[in-house]
């Protein structure tokens, strides 16, 4: 299908401009920016593999939410990155090597496709295609029966997570009044309000 | 594809499809712009009629060419771009907006069939597209190099963040009723069943609509724009056409949030009763008294309710709306395992 053809060069040429923007611009706004591009394209050739449940998770989890947070803390910082740059030349040996290693590794990775035993057992069944079984059902069947307690466990991981975070930023002041809702809707007329009739002459008393 | 086989008979199979959902795309997105001149109208009549003023009532026949009077001044003016802005970010930003407000109605069907992409994946996608709607926001704050647009910005990705969270939720105990996220799917299935809107998930009802109304930064939580203290918000550099993009891009995601509603609790095209007087209407005219609906009590709040406070807007929306909608979905995954004859509603 030509259309596929096009639809694919577009989105990963899209995909790796993009990616080399990333560290290529200047400006860190622009970086996540780009980064955001990058997502966005991956997503569009995970659509053209027939994974749509992923592509739409990929989006909603990684650009309508980390992104965005990404975006927040960089538009926030003020650092300065041109000085950041000046000592880019010696860094970037070692950066180069360390790039070179995951470079092999990954080759090695894809050249040996076999992940698990579970997996490579699975490659000798058909697996059904997306007319019979959609996506989210042949995920949802996998997650939550073979690989149950893996995702169970990386559940607990990130509720972990998220309470050390919540643990870490949380302070207590002492002596800050804070607004309790229900005490304020429990309120009732006769503790705020009191009709005293006033005598002239005499004033109020006692209150 | 049984879609568009007068073009597919014409020109072949894919050009033939192409150019049927071109045309598709095109009458869509005229039709919607037309209404939403309408629309717009509509919510300032509403609003006057509230505040006991008439509105806007001088151009055409009782004001009802108001907003195209608008739309050629708005494309009329300069645009101008300060000085000290980020010139292609600050562009991009409400092209961003009207584009994503526009591709979320692919997957909308407006009647049975009436859809551009009868998407596995419907609900999803909408989801996705409305979760990237903050950045033309964000954007268009931080592009403007200034304090006030880029306070606005920084609001609006937290709020925006903050309710897309329950809107998720209530999508879950949705799409586990029904077990399916197509969205077509999805109305059919309230075919034979009460409409979702008056079944257990009527709070979730409510929640989507409130929640709806904080992420489309509609009062009474357009803290994001709040004029009496951060000018405009985002928008207070953007003019003319730049602007107008902006203004079109919001008011087209309210229109969708009140499909959205359609769709999830009213059911959708649906006739009220499937008897005589109703089911001859067609349901695009169902769904768009449906839409209509919504729209007059956004306006409505939009005119009663004051503004919410910033610290106030958080708590409803993770101390309230997020327990809330979490436990709905327990409760609507424990029905659905109770009455495994009758639920998920798709098999």
Known sequence: MIIQAIAFYMLSTVAVAAGFMVIASRNPVHSVLFLILAFFNAAGLFVLLGAEFLAMILVVVYVGAVAVLFLFVVMMLDVDFVDLRKGALQHMQLGTLIGVIFFIELIFLIATVNVTPEVSAQGAFPIPGPDERSNIAALGDILYTDYIYLFQASGLILLVAMIGAIVLTLRTREGVKRQVIADQVNRRREEGVELIPVKPGEGIKGT | ?347
């Open chain 2, 1 to 347: 594809m049984e879609k568009y086989s007068f073009f597919v008979e014409l020109l072949g199979p894919s050009w033939g499809f192409f150019v049927g959902s071109a045309l598709h795309i095109l009458v869509l997105i005229v039709a919607l712009l037309v209404a939403l001149a309408f629309l717009l109208l509509a919510d300032r009549k509403v609003w006057a009629a509230v505040q006991i003023r008439r509105g806007p009532n001088v151009v055409g026949p009782f004001g009802l060419l108001q907003s195209f009077a608008d739309f050629f001044k708005f494309v009329f003016k300069e645009i101008v771009i300060p000085a000290g802005a980020n010139k292609g970010v600050f562009i991009i930003a409400p092209l961003l907006t009207f584009i994503l407000a526009c591709i979320t109605w692919a997957v909308v069907p407006v009647a049975d069939g009436w859809v551009v992409a009868d998407l596995n994946v419907g609900i999803l996608y909408l989801f996705a597209i409305s979760s990237l709607g903050v950045y033309g926001i964000i954007m268009g704050g931080w592009a403007s190099n200034s304090k006030y647009p880029f306070l606005g910005g920084l609001r609006s990705a937290a709020q925006m963040v903050s309710y897309e969270v329950s809107i998720g939720f209530v999508l879950i105990t949705v799409l586990v009723t029904v077990g399916s996220l197509n969205l077509s799917d999805i109305v059919r299935a309230q075919q034979d069943h009460v409409w979702f809107g008056f079944t257990w998930l009527l709070p979730m009802f409510v929640v989507f609509f409130i929640s709806a109304l904080a992420e489309t930064n509609r009062p009474p939580f357009d803290l994001p724009e709040a004029e009496s203290e951060l000018v405009a918000g985002y928008q207070v550099e953007y003019s003319s056409t730049l602007y107008l993009l902006f203004m079109i891009g919001e008011y087209l995601n309210i229109v969708l949030m009140c499909a959205m509603l359609t769709i999830l609790f009213l059911g959708g095209w649906l006739p009220p009763f499937d008897i005589a007087p109703f089911n001859w209407i067609p349901g695009v005219i169902w769904f768009a008294l449906k839409v209509c609906f919504f729209f007059f009590l956004f306006a409505m709040v939009k005119a009663i309710v004051p503004r919410y406070r910033y610290d106030q807007l958080m708590r409803l929306g993770w101390k309230v709306f997020l327990p809330l909608s979490l436990v709905w979905v327990a409760i609507s995954a424990g029905i659905v395992v109770a009455f495994p004859d009758t639920y998920p509603l798709v098999k």
